[in-house]
């Protein structure tokens, strides 16, 4: 076993580049711009070879050296390395020539993209010393918060607006965590636990912690370099809820091409979003540096952010990379879940439905090329949104037990089977 040694160096503004140390604290006191992890690369990329790499268990851990923890994970450790499927059917249905899923509907233990994030934050946590932890969520992290914390012992407190699915809120009660739902949305639950972070001494995972939780997303870019042969796809869509993800995952290609892990050349980065909650897209269909805040109103809940904390750099790194965004109705996010569940066999919670439709429109208007490669973002699992497709995907036929009527039924539809 090799051993695990910490690669950060402190925590940098991201405005100024004051450095502060590795703590429980995520804003710059000089001008409040967001604090962010900073690496030894000398150090990393003498560590970090592809070999070195390969040799290691599949998860997201075997990009240790990139990661914010010091020591050993001790939340998580099978986290990460989900599938990407080359994704020939859809290909061919929304006309490009290489199309990838990574499929982070199956990721371990609770079927989103964010057990990447909270495995990162809760290992931190542990480190600082804080027995508490919690989040302001918009479902997958509280479900992921909620799950972690219980298989390590730590005590969770997830704060969700009052009008989420059913299935989400379930999913954080089982495991014992504290479920406290606000009346208002995602950004008044966001408020209100930036007041309860400052006066608690807990560790909100993405308020007081969210430096290091916000580098466990670079994984699934690493994921997607590697598994792609040590290559940069031409095209990543991305969904975006606070943007995070979207900012990480541009960094971690540029991570990869700066260690010389992937060669260099140019990839762009495209983010998706409902029509409903649009602030992000809105402002990059604009050609506007920043966006303006919204009312969410949209099936899309994981990604209902109106006050988005990092839209300002998603915006920018779509800029930087020549990407662009969109934005999806309702009725095209169920249409884009159909079209992944029945090309690809793959069910995607509402979010992937927004990357699905998203993508089909970028194809179709030529900003992304026919004849590049493209790799959509799955970050959610369709088990877990069932509500926003009840009624919508067709129903089953009912018969009586009896070959008769199941041959009427055939009959009926036209449907005449194949004699053997
Ligand atoms: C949280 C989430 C995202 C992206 O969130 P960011 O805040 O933009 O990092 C995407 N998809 C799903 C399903 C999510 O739960």
Redesign the pocket.
């Known amino acids: 076993m090799e051993k695990y040694e910490s690669f950060m160096k402190a925590l940098k503004c991201r405005e100024c580049g004051r450095e502060y140390p590795l703590t429980a604290t995520h804003v710059c006191e000089f001008d409040f711009g967001p604090l962010e992890v900073a690496y030894d690369y000398e150090r990393i990329k003498k560590s970090m070879t592809r070999a070195a790499i390969e040799a290691r268990p599949q998860t997201m851990w075997r990009y240790r050296e990139l990661l914010p923890v010091a020591g050993e994970p001790t939340v998580g450790f099978k986290v990460g390395y989900t599938p990407l499927i080359k994704a020939d059917r859809l290909a061919r249905r929304l006309g490009i020539r290489e199309l990838w899923i990574k499929n982070d509907t199956v990721n371990y233990p609770t079927l989103?993209?964010?057990d990447r994030v909270v495995s990162v934050a809760l290992s931190r946590a542990r480190e600082l010393g804080f027995t508490t932890v919690a989040c302001a969520s918009?479902?997958?992290?509280a479900n992921s918060v909620a799950a972690n914390a219980a298989a390590a012992g730590l005590k969770a407190y997830v704060f969700i607006p009052s009008d989420l699915e059913q299935s989400k809120i379930l999913n954080s009660l089982v495991y014992g965590a504290n479920v406290i739902a606000i009346k208002g949305h995602y950004d008044e639950v966001n408020r209100l636990c930036a007041e309860i972070a400052g006066k608690f001494g807990w560790a909100f995972v993405n308020v007081n912690m969210r430096p290091y939780y916000a580098e466990g997303?670079k994984s699934m870019g690493y994921e997607i370099c590697e598994q792609l042969g040590w290559r940069l796809p031409n095209h990543t869509v991305v969904?975006?809820?606070?943007?995070?993800?979207?900012t990480k995952i541009y960094k971690s290609y540029q991570e990869f091409q700066k260690l010389g892990l992937t060669p260099e050349g140019p990839f762009k980065i495209h983010g998706a979003q409902a029509t409903g909650c649009s602030p992000i897209s809105v402002a990059q269909k604009a050609g506007l540096d920043f966006f303006k805040p919204v009312k969410p109103n949209t099936i899309a809940k994981?990604?209902s952010?109106g006050t988005p904390a990092d839209g300002f750099y998603a915006l920018r790194v779509m800029k930087d990379s020549g990407g662009a965004a969109d934005d999806v109705t309702d009725d095209e996010i169920r249409e884009g879940i159909r079209l992944l569940a029945e090309h690809e066999g793959i069910f995607a919670?509402t979010?992937g439905g927004v990357t699905v439709g998203v993508a089909k429109k970028l194809i179709a208007s030529g900003r992304i090329s026919p004849n590049d490669s493209a790799v959509l973002c799955i970050?959610?699992n369709g088990l877990k949104t069932l509500d926003a497709i009840v009624g919508q995907v067709g129903h089953p036929r009912e018969i009586k037990p009896s070959l008769r009527d199941f041959e009427s039924l055939l009959a009926a539809e036209n449907l005449t089977p194949v004699a053997a």
């Open positions: 989103s993209f964010k918009t479902g997958n992290l997303s969904p975006m809820a606070s943007g995070s993800l979207l994981s990604l952010i919670e979010a970050t959610g």
